[in-house]
């Protein structure tokens, strides 16, 4: 038995790098259901927060990555995106993070509607609950900037599956 390749075609990695950072959920499966869909839309990388409202779940990595594998054969895409560990805001401001930096919330305050964003970006979305006043404030000292995701209030998955459709 033996194979032959007829032909090699090459698949550039996507040109911006398009992150979410998204607080994990007390519904695990609406978190899964966010991860398949954020992964058809073509996000490259997430970030699980752990924020101060975020209500504990079990982090199963391996089940979340058969989600992510499964999306991407799903939507013929050839680059899997990265799925970090959990992490505390406080640790994901320490990394090297691109200059387009929003974070989407619901207080009250000036926040700009989230727009296409023209190069690498990374968009935080907080828990049910949203981001503390702290939290808030910290990402602001950090370079993020405040958005809107529409007129009306969403879930977190929700707010994660919107956010990467108005970035992309």
Not at 71 to 96: G, N, R, T, V, W
Not at 127 to 147: A, C, N, R
Not at 148 to 157: A, F, I, K, Q, S
Request: net charge negative; glycine share 6%; aromatic share 8%.
């Amino acid at each position: 038995f033996s194979v032959q390749l007829h032909e090699y075609i090459d698949h550039p990695a996507p040109a911006k790098k398009m992150m979410l950072g998204i607080s994990l959920l007390k519904n695990t499966a609406r978190f899964e259901w966010m991860l398949e869909k954020v992964t058809e839309i073509g996000i490259t990388e997430i970030y699980p927060l752990l924020c101060e409202r975020t209500e504990r779940q079990h982090f199963r990595k391996n089940r979340f990555e058969q989600i992510i594998t499964s999306a991407c054969l799903q939507s013929q895409q050839f680059h899997f995106p990265i799925l970090q560990e959990p992490i505390k805001m406080e640790e994901l401001f320490k990394q090297d993070l691109p200059i387009q930096r929003f974070i989407a919330h619901c207080m009250e305050g000036e926040k700009k509607q989230l727009v296409h964003a023209s190069s690498d970006a990374l968009l935080l979305v907080g828990p049910e609950g949203d981001f503390t006043p702290e939290e808030l404030d910290l990402s602001i000292t950090h370079g993020f900037k405040p958005v809107g995701l529409g007129e009306t209030r969403l879930r977190t998955e929700t707010a994660g599956i919107v956010g990467a459709v108005m970035m992309r």
